[in-house]
């Protein structure tokens, strides 16, 4: 009887089993089977219950409510809005409202955050102990503290639209916020437009050429008159030929108010600035670590090149030190987004104010809305380290590592 | 913190409990020995506390009242301050037993939030409250005006009405709380603040200079006040609601916090039965046969509760108006107890 060898098992069969069940084989693919379905079970039995409880007392459910009038006014809104809108209009202006927030809010975050935690590093001894000061001072008092004294102290503390403190006649700050002249469009708005447009490009292809001289020749192309001349003449010229793109609404008193003119909120100030100042302490520190984290050697090697203090930083510390900023950067984002919920307190109409605030209470709809709320502040969250996943990793792959 | 608590409380509430769990809630209460009730977090008149902790007010009394009928004693009450928006949560989740915070009754809130409102404690409207140095008489004077409000009121709803309707145009800021909404009002982020008229008048005793400010004569909606309590617990309705009834009775008939002991040895057949010397009316409710004699030692009748909180004899100096006894000129009005 001859020995028939023995064959190794097929590479797919065993493949899926590992994949499925792990090192435990098929049995622990039937355990993983179970315990799937015993989580569906649960979770069904809940949303079963819930749903049988609301209806037997009677509660409102579903989504229904998204389409009804919502009937109340709202101060700030980057859409069109009126009382008569739905529900899900106003979920719309929240959602934008906080969105707005948050974006400035992390552009100045992470530039005071730079300055203050590069700052602390200076050799400077009065600009270190002054960003140093700054670090302890703000991270230690509550956020929601600092909001209410940004609001109340600071803008309230300004005076009444009557009185208002006014620049040139054209720019009016008062306990109202601040006004300011509103752009509005004339004929040269397209050709001024283009003119711009075409600028940036040019600009844009100019870079990629000096880069190309340095890398490949070793040369320094000096581009940045050229890149003034074409970003201020190309414009200029546009509105020689074509005529003035914007004319200015100048604003004016009337009544309680101002008419005419853009408004910026005190509310939206209070908390851009609340939110960045706040923000930018924690940012400061995680610059601060980072730039430590890379080797003195890097810093002593810049200086043997003959850079300055300042452009060793730029081109050889930070680079490198982004690498470790990065990950602690983004949960301050993240942080910076959900601390904008606090914005109920100070009145500024940001989603958990106007959708999980004043919604939920006229509709009463709480486990609908909590979702909703819940699912969009993932959501936002989720997106944002998306971005800086995809940043970090263009960083690794730039770095070589 | 504690809304977002409250919330998953209704959730889990919702979904894991039976229905049963909400439907007996005389039992949990005597059981507990202590009646969980939601009241404002501070509006002097209808629910405040003093400086040594009480909790006193118009919308307290009915809380003590109730506490007096179902446990015989009026101090076994815990107050749960609540704001205008997690009141309605509060309520839905089990977390207290009546709400008795300045809430108006609309069909709305009768229907789709799952609660019952059990009466009305104070006939009331909104208005608008504004510095005297604005020189504004009335609120058609407003156009473009700033206007401050608390989030989650009738009073954010009737304001744009009441603009849209006269073709005026404003800016609402909507706070959280009371306390914020009349800080910023204050500090002049706002020509005006709106809340029921009653409110108003609290809320400006609190200001630096109340005689600085004053209520424009315009009503601009109304606004019945009362307590309420959760759907699918008709026995608690009952008792809730013949409370305030009682104590309104009360006041017709001429009991009082002093003359009750008196009163109750009448043997006229109106009081004997009010007084349960004839007849089981308490115990019917679930209560015992002495129910109103104790809600009346306990707080007064209606009229005494409104003097002492915010009429007559309070700071708030309020009139009785509306509030009064339908047969001395008012429209407040009990079912008799017979």
């Known amino acids: 009887m001859a020995i028939e060898a023995r064959k190794p098992p097929s590479q797919f069969s065993a493949r899926l089993r590992r994949a499925l069940g792990g090192r435990a084989g098929w049995g622990g693919f039937a355990f993983q089977i179970v315990f799937v379905a015993a989580l569906i079970w649960i979770g069904y039995e809940i949303y079963a219950n819930a749903r049988a409880n609301l209806q037997a007392q009677r509660i409102a459910s579903g989504f ?86 940004w609001y109340l102290a600071v803008l309230g503390a300004l005076p009444g639209p009557r009185q208002s403190i006014s620049v040139f006649d054209n720019f009016f700050l008062r306990n109202r916020g601040l006004v300011v002249p509103r752009p509005m469009a004339e004929s040269g708005l397209d050709a001024f437009s283009i003119a711009i447009l075409l600028a940036v490009v040019a600009s844009i292809v100019l870079r990629i050429y000096a880069r190309r001289q340095l890398f490949q020749n070793g040369r320094v192309v000096t581009i940045w008159p050229y890149v003034v001349a074409l970003l201020v003449g190309l414009p200029l010229v546009a509105v020689l030929l ?125 486990i609908e809305i909590i979702a909703i709320t819940m699912g969009v502040y993932l959501l936002i969250s989720l997106v944002t380290s998306a971005i800086m996943s995809f940043y970090g990793w263009r960083l690794n792959r730039s770095l070589g590592a | ?77 815990k107050f749960v301050p609540l704001s205008a928006k997690d009141r309605f949560t509060a309520l839905q989740s089990g977390e207290i037993d009546v709400l008795s915070r300045n809430t108006t009754w609309t069909v709305s809130r009768d229907t789709s939030l799952g609660v019952n409102f059990t009466g009305v404690t104070y006939y009331d409207g909104q208005g608008f409250l504004v510095k005297k140095a604005l020189k504004v008489n009335s609120a058609l004077e407003l156009n473009s005006a700033s206007i401050c409000v608390q989030t989650g009121t009738t009073n954010e709803q009737n304001v744009a009405d009441y603009f849209k309707g006269n073709n005026m145009k404003y800016e609402v800021i909507a706070f959280g709380t009371a306390d914020e909404t009349v800080k910023a009002y204050e500090s002049g982020r706002c020509d005006v603040f709106t809340s029921d008229i009653s ?31 959760r759907h699918g617990d008709d026995q608690w309705f009952d008792i809730v609601k013949w409370t305030l009834f009682a104590m309104i009775n009360a006041e017709e008939l001429g009991i009082t916090q002093k003359n009750v002991d008196e009163m109750a040895k009448s043997t006229k057949p ?24 104790r809600i009346v030692k306990a707080v007064g009748n209606y009229g005494e509760s409104f003097d002492r909180n915010v009429g007559a004899g309070s700071k708030l100096g309020i009139a009785r108006g509306l509030n009064q006894l339908w047969n001395k000129g008012g429209i407040q009005y009990a079912p008799p107890i017979r």
């Open chain 2, 199 to 229: 409110q108003l008048y609290a809320e400006r005793l609190k200001l630096a200079n109340p005689a600085d400010h004053a209520v424009l004569p315009e009503v601009i909606s109304k606004e019945p006040l009362g307590p309420l309590v």
């Open chain 2, 270 to 293: 109106e009081l004997k039965r009010v007084f349960g010397t004839d007849g089981n009316l308490g115990e019917q409710l679930g209560l015992t046969k002495d129910w109103v004699s």
């Open chain 1, 242 to 366: 074509f005529g003035a793109p914007l004319s200015l609404e100048i604003p004016h008193l009337k009544g309680f108010n101002f008419s005419g003119g853009l408004r910026v909120v005190p509310e939206f100030v209070a908390l851009t600035l609340a939110l960045s100042t706040y923000t930018a302490a924690f940012i400061a520190e995680n610059v601060r670590a980072g730039i430590q984290s890379v080797q003195k050697g890097q810093m002593e090697a810049g200086a043997s090149l003959g850079f300055s203090h300042g452009k060793t930083l730029r081109l050889i510390v930070v680079p490198q030190a982004m690498r470790v900023i990065l990950p602690p950067l983004t949960n301050q984002y993240l942080n910076l987004t959900k601390n904008s919920s606090l914005a109920v307190a100070i009145g500024y109409p940001d989603l958990f104010s106007v959708f999980a605030g004043t919604t939920m209470s006229q509709t009463g709809q709480a």
């Open chain 1, 64 to 149: 229904g409510f998204l389409s009804q009038t919502a009937g109340f006014g709202v101060s700030q809104s980057l859409i069109p809005y009126a009382e008569t809108d739905s529900y899900t209009r106003v979920f719309f202006v929240g959602l934008l409202n906080t969105l707005l927030v948050a974006g400035i809010g992390i552009i100045f975050a992470t530039i005071i955050g730079f300055v203050v935690g590069v700052g602390r590093l200076s050799p400077n001894w009065l600009v270190a102990r002054i960003a140093g000061g700054y670090v302890e001072l703000v991270r230690n008092l509550p956020l929601l503290f600092q909001i209410l004294f």
């Open chain 2, 1 to 77: 913190m504690k809304r977002m608590l409250s919330v998953v409380a209704v959730a889990l509430a919702a979904s894991l409990s039976s229905q049963a769990a909400f439907a007996q809630t005389l039992k949990t209460v005597k059981d507990r020995g202590v009646l969980s009730c939601g009241v404002s977090q501070g509006l002097p008149g209808f629910s405040s506390p003093d400086d040594k902790g009480n909790w006193t007010g118009l919308d307290v009394d009915v809380c003590r009242a109730i506490a007096a009928a179902v446990l015989n004693d009026p101090t076994k009450v």
